[in-house]
């Protein structure tokens, strides 16, 4: 994207510079625009508080039942597993803490990962599944491949569920 020109300012205007950064025939500089792109529509908002509220719960269930059973199954005294007041915190001992939260204000799911950093996931109907809108990748799927990674071998929360 090419930025567009959004203000010419005089010189005259601006604070004296150590070098002579404009041509002697100009008396004007051009400044550069960078357009801001349109808001994302949060396709979460859609829905109902009752849906939300049905399948974030449901979500935030299912992730602390698989959760707990792979902290169970790797017996690390370091790893814990805790939810709170609808925020999920996991604990992997030097390997860093997610926390995952719901945000019934703006009907999404917020994930803190100490390898990606903060996420915002909205609930699509057609796949059934929170999805970061920038890179369209589920919860579940980077969960999976961040612990799998972090832990050095296969995880599936999908799958660890009782």
Known sequence: MHPTTCFHLSRDLLPPRPFNVFDSTDRSIVLPCVVT????INASS?????????????????????????VDH?????????YHSG???LQLG??????????PPNKQIWLSSPFSGP???DYHV????????????????????ELSDA???????TDMVD
Not at 94 to 103: A, E, W
């Open 126 to 145: 057609g796949s059934n599944a929170w999805v970061y809108s920038r890179d369209g990748q589920s919860l579940s799927e980077l969960l999976n491949r």
């Open 87 to 89: 925020v999920l915190t």
């Open 74 to 82: 790797l017996g690390n005294p370091t790893y814990e597993v805790e």
């Open 151 to 157: 832990l050095q071998q296969p995880v599936d929360v």
């Open 37 to 40: 792109p349109p808001p994302q």
């Open 94 to 103: 030097d390997k860093g803490t997610y926390v995952i939260n719901k945000q």
């Open 46 to 70: 859609e829905l109902s508080t009752e849906r939300y509220n049905l399948f974030s719960d449901s979500t935030m269930d299912n992730l602390l039942h698989a959760l707990e059973n792979l």
């Open 119 to 121: 996420k915002r996931y």
